[in-house]
C-alpha cells in the first residue's frame, strides 16, 4: 500500500509532485485556520477586557511546555529527513520515532489541560459562567479555544499516525527515492502543524500579562 | 455500450468494482457523470415544485414549512452538488489530462477519494432531506438556523462539510497536475484556456472552501453546544456569519463559471474553425476573475447592517471584477469575426452562453450599485441575476461540454437534430422562465415568498410556463444520449476537426490516455486558414 | 430632502413611487438600463451579423483572422472600466444621500417579531403590521428585533434595512405621497416569513396628527399595554429591581443611571465608549462584553427575562432618567 499523496505513473519523472500537492494543501489549511483566527480577532476587538480574563484562566505551564514538545519535534523531523538523505535509513527512522513520542506527549498534555479546564466549568455552555459570573465574551474565547485546539490536536493525531507508518517503511531501501519525496513532504505538514501551534500559542496564553 | 475493436478505458475491466476501485480519471469522470445527473434532477424535482406552487398566489400546493424546505433542499443540491463539482469534477477529470498529454491526474487515489467523499456527502444531504428536511435557505443565516430552526440543520451541515474536502482535493489535484505534468514543450501560453481556467478555478476550490468548513463547525458548534459566537445575547455577531459566509460563497460562484468559461473558449475556435481572439488577455482575465473575485463578498451584505464605508469599497470591487468577464465577452465575439461557423449542438450552447451570461453579468451591475441593490436585494431581480449565470450559463456550458466532448469519451455520436432542438427548446424556455423575475424583482416581490400578493400573478405564471418548457430541454438529453450509448454511430477520434491533444488520441481514448507522449502545438488553437475557394 | 409636492413625484416607473429618494433610484435604473440594454444588444447584433456572414460554406473574405489587437483589447478593457466607476460613483452618492439622516426626523421604534411587525410613535401610539406617516415630513425606523434577522421593505419607497437581533438599525425615508403603500419582509425568517405583510399609510400633516392623538385601535390596545414607553420601562425597572445594584446606597456600588445617557463612559482597558441605545441595550443583554472601569464583572443577562419591546421600553426610561443631568 503506498500513501494517498503518492506520484502517479508519470511521462517524465519529477522530484516535486508529493511536495507540491503538500503546499498547495497547506494553503488550503491555511485558509482553514486563518478564518478561525478572523473569528477570534473580530471578537476580541470588541470585547478585549473579557478576552484578557478569559485568556488569565488558561494553563500558561502546559502551554508553555507543550510549545516546546512541539518545537523539539519539529527539530527531530528535520533530523529525520537528514539522516535519509546523508545517512541510514535506521537513523531517520528513530528521529521520525522520536517525533511521535513528543508529538504524543503533546496530546496526553492537552488532555491533561483540558480535562482541567473541564472540571473548572470552562467548557462553553448554557449554565457558563467566569468564577460565577457571566461574562459573555469570555465564553467565546473559550468556544474559539476548543474548536482551535480540538482541530490542532486533529491534524497533529494524524500527523502522527503518518510519521509512525512513514517510519515502519523506511526500511524498504528499493523505494528510497520516493521515501525521501514522502520525507520531505511529510515534513512541511508536520512543521506547519508546528507553526499553527505557534500562531495559537500567544492568542490563548499571552492576551493578559501575568503576574 | 461497447465500443469497437481497439482497446478502450471503458473495456479496461467490466465488473462494477473495476469502475468503483478504479482510479483512472477517465472512469471517475465519469462516476461523477452519473452522480451528479442524479442530483441535479432531484434539485430540478424541487424547482418544479417550486414554480407550479408559484403558479398561484395562494400557497396552497404544499405548506409553509414545507415550502421552506423546498427552496432550500432546490439551493444546497444545486450550489454544492451539482454547479460546483459539474464540470470540474465531470469534464476537467476527464479531459484535463488528455489536454496536457498526461497519463492521469498527479494523484489518481486522491482524485477516487474525492468522488467518494462527494457521494458520502450527497448521501448524507439526502439523509437530512428523507429526515424531515432542512429550512433555513442554503445560506443558513444566523441566529435563525441556530437558534429558531426546527430542522435537520446540523446533519445537513455534515454533508457539506464533507462535500467540501471532495473540492479541495480535487482543486489540489488539478494544481499539481496543471503545474507538473503538461508534456514537454507544453509552455503556459500553449495551454488551452480551459486549463488556464480550471486552474484559476482550483485557486478558489483550494482558499475558499477551507473557510466553508471552518464556518459549517462553527454553526453546528452553535446549534449542539450554544457556544454563543452568533448569538447577540452572548456577545456574538449574526453578521460574523455573514462575512465567513460570503467569503467562500462569492468565489464560489466564480468556481461555478470559470470552468463553463474554459468549456465555452474551447467550443468556439473549434466551430468557427479559427483560433481564439485574444488569447493573452482571455488567460489574464480568467486569473483577474479569481483574484478580484475574493474581494467581494461583503455586495451580499449592503443591507445588513455593515458599515457604509464597507458597502463603498465592496461596491467599487464589484464593479471592477465586471471588467475582465466584460473582456471575455468581446473575446469570444470577435472570434467569430473571419471564422467559418458551424452550428452544431455545442455551438448553440456555446452561443447561448455569451447571451446569457451577458445579461446575467450585465445584471450584476444594477445590484453592485449601491442605490439599486437598496432596493433590489432579497427580490427576485437577485433570483434572476443568479439563475442566468448559473443556468443560463454554467448549466448551458456544461451541457456544450457534454455535446462537445461526448464522442470523445464514449466512442459515438448524439443525434444532432435532437440535440439542436434541445438547445432551443432550453434558451427559450429558460428566458421565460427568468426574464420575468427581473420584473417582479423591481416591482418588490421579496425572496423565498411561499405565496405572494396578488399583483405579481402574471409575471409569475409567465415564468411557470417557461419551467415547464425548460424542463422538456432538460429530459431530452437524458433520452438521446441514452440512446446514443446503445445505438449512436461509431466516433472518429476527431469528428469537430477541433485543437488540442485530446483529440490526438482515439475516441473513446484507451486507459493510458496516449500510445505515445504527443508533441505539444506551436500554438494553442491551431486552426488551419480556410481553403482559398471559400475566400470572396 | 424631500424635492417634490404631495402628489406629484418627477419620475415614475413600474411600481409606485412614494419616496423622496425613489425617483432617484428609478432614474438610475432606468440609466443604467438604457446602458446595459445598448450594451446587451449590440453584443448580440454582433454576433448575429458575424454568424450570418461567415457561417460555413458562405463566401466572404477569412484572409488574415486577427488574433490580437492590443489598442483595441485595451480599450474595450479601460472604457468600460471607467464607465462603471462613474456607474459606482454615481449609485454611491445616491446611496450616501439615503443614509444621511435629517436632523428633525420623526422617530419611530420598530420591533420586528416573527412573523410581525410592531411599531410605536414618539408618543407611544402603538401599531401592528401598519405605520401611519405624514406626508412630506423625514421620518427614521429604529429597527430592532425580537428573534431572527428579518428586513423592512418597502418597494414603493426604494427602501429597505435588515433588522439584526443585537443591535439597532435604521431606516430614514419621505413619504412624498398620500396613500397606502406595501410593506413587507425581506429576509427569510421562518415558517411564515412570507406572511408578514403589513401597509404604510401615509396621510396628510393634519389628518396624522389627528390619528396620532386617537385612541388605539381596539385590537391594539387589547395586545399591547397603554402608556408611553419611559413609564412602562420604569415599571420594568421597579419589578426588576435594578436600583438594588444601581441605587444609591446599594453595598454592589454598580455605575448610577441618573444622568447616564448621552455621556461617556469609562471602560475596562483604556477604551471609552458614548452611553448610547445600543450601549444600554448590550448592557442589559450581554453585560459582560464590555465593563465599566473599575467595575468587577457581576451584572447578570437579562435577554431570557426581557423580550425586544421591554428592553425598549427600559432604555426609553434610561433616556428620560439621563436627559435629566443633559438636557
Not at chain 1, 23 to 44: D, K, M, N, P, Q
Not at chain 2, 25 to 52: D, E, P, Q, V
Not at chain 2, 110 to 118: A, G
Not at chain 2, 342 to 356: C, E, I, N, T
Amino acid at each position: 500500500m503506498s500513501f494517498v499523496f503518492g506520484p502517479a505513473r508519470r511521462t517524465v519523472p519529477q522530484p516535486s509532485v508529493a511536495a507540491l500537492g503538500m503546499w498547495v494543501f497547506i494553503a488550503s489549511e491555511a485558509l482553514f485556520f486563518g478564518a478561525l483566527l478572523f473569528a477570534y480577532g473580530v471578537t476580541r476587538w470588541h470585547s478585549p477586557a473579557a478576552f484578557a480574563a478569559a485568556s488569565a484562566k488558561t494553563d500558561f505551564w502546559i502551554g508553555t511546555v507543550n510549545t516546546a514538545v512541539l518545537l523539539t519535534s519539529s527539530a527531530c523531523v528535520a533530523m529525520a529527513g537528514d539522516r535519509l538523505r546523508h545517512g541510514t535509513s535506521r537513523a531517520a527512522e528513530l528521529w521520525l520515532g522520536g517525533a511521535v513520542l513528543l508529538g504524543s506527549l503533546f496530546l496526553a498534555l492537552k488532555a491533561i489541560e483540558w480535562r482541567s479546564e473541564w472540571t473548572h466549568g470552562l467548557f462553553p455552555g448554557p449554565s457558563w459562567t467566569l468564577d460565577g459570573h457571566p461574562r459573555p465574551a469570555a465564553e467565546l474565547f473559550f468556544a474559539w479555544y476548543f474548536v482551535s485546539t480540538g482541530l490542532h490536536a486533529v491534524h497533529l493525531a494524524i500527523g502522527i499516525a503518518f510519521a509512525a507508518v512513514l517510519a515502519t517503511r523506511l526500511s524498504r531501501a528499493s523505494e528510497r527515492f520516493e521515501h525521501n519525496e514522502r520525507l520531505h513532504a511529510f515534513g512541511l505538514y508536520w512543521h506547519f502543524v508546528d507553526v499553527v501551534w505557534i500562531v495559537l500559542y500567544p492568542l490563548i496564553y499571552l492576551v493578559a500579562p501575568r503576574t | 455500450m461497447i465500443d469497437g475493436t481497439e482497446p478502450s478505458y471503458l473495456r479496461d475491466g467490466l465488473s462494477l468494482r473495476s469502475w468503483l476501485l478504479s482510479t483512472d480519471h477517465k472512469r471517475i469522470a465519469i462516476l461523477y457523470a452519473l452522480a451528479i445527473t442524479a442530483f441535479f434532477f432531484i434539485g430540478g424535482a424541487a424547482a418544479t415544485l417550486i414554480r407550479i406552487e408559484l403558479a398561484t398566489p395562494a400557497g396552497d400546493l404544499v405548506s409553509d414549512d414545507a415550502y421552506n424546505k423546498l427552496f432550500t433542499a432546490h439551493g444546497v443540491i444545486m450550489v454544492w452538488l451539482f454547479l460546483i463539482p459539474s464540470i470540474p469534477s465531470v469534464v476537467g477529470n476527464f479531459v484535463l489530462p488528455l489536454m496536457i498529454g498526461a497519463r492521469d491526474l498527479a494523484f489518481p487515489r486522491l482524485n477516487l477519494l474525492s468522488w467518494y467523499l462527494y457521494v458520502a456527502g450527497g448521501l448524507i444531504i439526502l439523509a437530512a432531506l428523507a429526515t424531515g428536511g432542512v429550512d433555513t435557505g442554503w445560506t443558513f443565516y444566523t441566529p435563525y438556523t441556530t437558534m429558531f430552526s426546527n430542522s435537520s440543520v446540523v446533519l445537513t451541515l455534515v454533508g457539506i462539510f464533507v462535500t467540501g474536502f471532495s473540492s479541495i482535493l480535487t482543486g489540489l489535484n488539478f494544481i499539481v497536475t496543471i503545474h507538473l505534468l503538461r508534456v514537454p514543450g507544453l509552455g503556459w501560453f500553449r495551454l488551452p484556456l480551459f486549463v488556464w481556467s480550471t486552474y484559476a478555478t482550483s485557486l478558489i476550490l483550494v482558499l475558499a472552501t477551507p473557510v466553508l468548513a471552518i464556518t459549517t463547525v462553527l454553526l453546528v458548534a452553535e446549534r449542539l453546544f450554544q457556544i454563543g459566537v452568533f448569538d447577540p445575547a452572548h456577545g456574538g455577531d449574526p453578521l460574523l456569519f455573514q462575512h465567513l459566509f460570503w467569503f467562500y460563497s462569492h468565489p464560489a460562484v466564480y468556481i461555478m463559471v470559470l470552468p463553463a468559461m474554459g468549456v465555452v473558449s474551447e467550443i468556439i475556435p473549434c466551430f468557427a474553425s479559427r483560433s481564439l481572439f485574444g488569447y493573452r488577455f482571455m488567460a489574464y482575465a480568467v486569473l483577474a476573475i479569481a483574484g478580484v473575485g475574493f474581494l467581494v463578498w461583503g455586495h451580499h451584505m449592503f443591507v445588513s447592517g455593515q458599515s457604509p464605508l464597507a458597502n463603498l469599497v465592496f461596491s467599487l470591487l464589484s464593479f471592477i471584477v465586471a471588467v475582465p468577464s466584460a473582456i471575455k465577452v468581446f473575446n469570444w465575439t470577435a472570434t467569430l469575426y473571419k471564422g467559418s461557423i458551424r452550428f452544431d449542438a455545442p455551438m448553440l450552447y456555446a452561443l447561448g452562453f455569451v447571451g446569457l451570461f451577458t445579461i446575467g453579468g450585465l445584471t450584476g451591475l444594477f445590484l453592485a450599485s449601491l442605490a439599486l441593490d437598496v432596493h433590489l436585494t432579497d427580490t427576485y431581480f437577485v433570483v434572476a441575476h443568479f439563475h442566468y449565470i448559473m443556468v443560463g450559463g454554467a448549466v448551458m456550458a456544461f451541457f456544450g461540454a457534454l455535446h462537445f466532448w461526448w464522442p470523445k469519451v464514449t466512442g459515438r455520436l448524439y443525434p444532432e437534430g435532437l440535440a439542436r432542438a434541445a438547445a432551443l427548446i432550453v434558451f427559450f424556455g429558460f428566458n421565460l422562465t427568468f426574464f420575468p423575475q427581473f420584473l417582479l424583482g423591481y416591482q418588490g416581490m421579496p425572496r423565498r415568498y411561499h405565496a405572494y400578493p396578488p399583483e405579481y400573478t402574471v409575471l409569475n405564471v409567465l415564468s411557470s410556463a417557461g419551467a415547464s418548457i425548460l424542463a422538456v430541454g432538460y429530459l431530452m438529453p437524458l433520452a438521446y444520449f441514452a440512446w446514443s450509448l446503445w445505438r449512436g454511430a461509431r466516433a472518429a477520434d476527431n469528428p469537430w476537426q477541433a485543437a488540442g491533444l485530446e483529440w490526438q488520441t482515439a475516441s473513446p481514448p484507451p486507459t493510458h490516455n496516449f500510445d505515445a507522449p504527443p508533441r505539444a502545438p506551436e500554438v494553442p488553437y491551431d486552426y488551419p486558414p480556410r481553403p482559398a475557394e471559400q475566400n470572396a | 430632502m424631500g424635492d417634490d409636492a404631495a402628489s406629484s413625484p418627477a419620475f415614475t416607473l413600474l411600481d409606485a413611487s412614494a419616496s423622496s429618494i425613489a425617483s432617484r433610484v428609478d432614474l438610475l435604473f432606468v440609466a443604467l438600463l438604457a446602458l446595459c440594454g445598448t450594451v446587451a444588444l449590440g453584443i448580440a447584433a454582433t454576433i448575429v451579423v458575424f454568424c450570418v456572414r461567415y457561417r460555413a460554406g458562405h463566401r466572404a473574405d477569412r484572409r488574415h483572422p486577427p488574433t490580437q489587437a492590443r489598442a483595441l483589447e485595451v480599450g474595450w478593457a479601460v472604457a468600460p472600466l471607467l464607465v462603471f466607476i462613474g456607474v459606482f460613483v454615481w449609485a454611491a452618492w445616491t446611496y450616501a444621500q439615503s443614509r444621511r439622516v435629517p436632523p428633525d426626523a420623526l422617530a419611530i421604534h420598530v420591533v420586528a417579531k416573527q412573523w410581525m411587525w410592531k411599531l410605536e410613535h414618539a408618543n407611544g401610539k402603538q401599531e401592528i403590521d401598519e405605520l401611519h406617516v405624514p406626508v412630506d415630513r423625514p421620518v427614521l425606523l429604529i429597527l430592532a428585533s425580537q428573534d431572527a434577522i428579518h428586513s423592512f421593505f418597502v418597494p414603493a419607497f426604494r427602501l429597505k434595512q435588515d433588522v439584526v437581533p443585537g443591535r439597532y438599525t435604521q431606516l430614514w425615508f419621505t413619504a412624498t405621497r398620500v396613500g397606502e403603500f406595501r410593506m413587507m419582509c425581506s429576509e427569510f425568517c421562518g415558517s411564515q416569513h412570507s406572511a408578514m405583510l403589513g401597509r404604510v399609510i401615509v396621510m396628510r400633516q393634519p389628518d396624522y396628527s389627528r390619528w396620532l392623538d386617537a385612541p388605539p385601535n381596539p385590537a391594539v390596545a387589547r395586545a399591547e399595554p397603554a402608556g408611553a414607553p419611559r413609564d412602562r420601562g420604569r415599571a420594568l425597572f421597579d419589578r426588576l429591581a435594578c436600583a438594588s445594584c444601581h441605587g444609591a446606597g446599594s453595598s454592589v456600588r454598580a455605575p448610577r443611571l441618573e444622568g447616564l445617557y448621552g455621556g461617556r463612559v469609562e471602560l475596562e482597558g483604556s477604551d471609552s465608549v458614548v452611553a448610547d441605545d445600543a450601549y444600554l441595550r448590550e448592557s442589559i443583554v450581554a453585560p459582560g462584553r464590555r465593563i465599566v472601569r473599575g467595575q468587577a464583572a457581576l451584572m447578570p443577562s437579562y435577554a431570557d427575562q426581557l423580550d425586544a419591546e421591554q428592553i425598549e421600553d427600559l432604555v426609553a426610561y434610561l433616556r428620560a432618567l439621563g436627559s435629566e443631568a443633559h438636557p
